[in-house]
């Protein structure tokens, strides 16, 4: 039984077009969050889904030095873009990341993974409702379930988020995992804006090895002791945010 962390990436962005293949210390936003990704718990290969036009080719060459699998299709069919990955490396299960998540947990995401088996749920996610600080964001869910999201999601907007049908379809089995503490939800550690950027490199400047994974817990500490740096993209945090809607990022 395999399970790939499948990330999609693309350059465009209409906030802040090429973040992906932005630095955060040596390395590019993309390289963190796949290093990230490779070291869940439970995963066994990692594949980077990107657009199939020329513009993406440097996220591909990018993805494939960071030693992801590379799989290739729809721009604006992310869900596609999802099931072909999943094909291609035979995965029976999925987990989803968004690439501009470099903070990614992978112990969290590695908890619903299991949340996924422990619960024989279809799908499941830490972000229904949000209780973690944005950018920690992740679901899990079963290739069949896939399948079937790919069969009866006919709507763009469930096309290009992937995910919609199986957070709303009565068949379909779902569990969370609920963040253990209050008040983190409004937090922003996700990259959609150049405040965004700013404050992501000022997090890695403080980490005593920016190549070395810590745990969100330590990051929120290094937060709690740098107050000024929660002051970077406050402006654009979302108290009391909806399910984030991620596309082709």
């Known amino acids: 039984m395999t399970t790939a962390a499948i ?15 932005e630095l955060l210390g040596k390395h590019t936003v993309l390289w963190h969050v796949l290093k990230r990704a490779a070291l869940v718990p439970g995963i066994d290969v990692v594949v ?8 993406n080719d440097a996220v591909a060459e ?18 596609a873009r999802y099931l072909a990955g999943a094909r291609t490396v035979n995965a029976s299960r999925i987990l989803r990341i968004t690439s501009d998540c470099p903070l990614i947990d992978p112990e969290l995401a590695g908890q619903v993974l299991a949340c996924l088996d422990n619960q024989a749920a279809d799908y499941a996610s830490n972000n ?10 992740c679901e899990a869910f079963t290739r069949h379930a896939l399948e079937k999201a790919n069969i009866h999601a006919v709507h763009d ?20 995992v609920n963040c253990p503490y209050p008040g983190y939800s409004g937090m922003r550690w996700t990259l959609d804006y150049p405040e965004d950027l700013a404050f992501l490199r000022a997090i890695f400047e403080l980490m005593p ?26 402006r654009h945090a979302e108290p009391g945010r909806q399910h984030p809607q991620r596309s082709g990022s």
Request: glycine share 8%.
């Open 7 to 21: 990330i999609q990436a693309r350059m465009g962005s209409s906030r802040l077009p090429g973040k992906v293949l």
């Open 48 to 55: 980077c889904a990107i657009p199939d036009d020329d513009a």
């Open 62 to 79: 990018a993805a494939i030095n960071a030693g992801a699998t590379v799989v290739r299709g729809s721009e604006h069919d992310v869900l």
């Open 128 to 137: 229904s409702p949000p209780g973690f600080p944005h950018g920690l964001d």
């Open 157 to 176: 907007h469930e096309r290009e988020h992937v995910t919609p049908w199986l957070r709303n379809a009565d068949s379909v089995a779902r569990a969370h």
């Open 209 to 234: 090895d920016q190549e070395t994974v810590i745990g969100w817990r330590d990051v929120a500490a290094l937060i709690q002791n740098h107050p000024e740096v929660a002051a970077i993209n406050a």
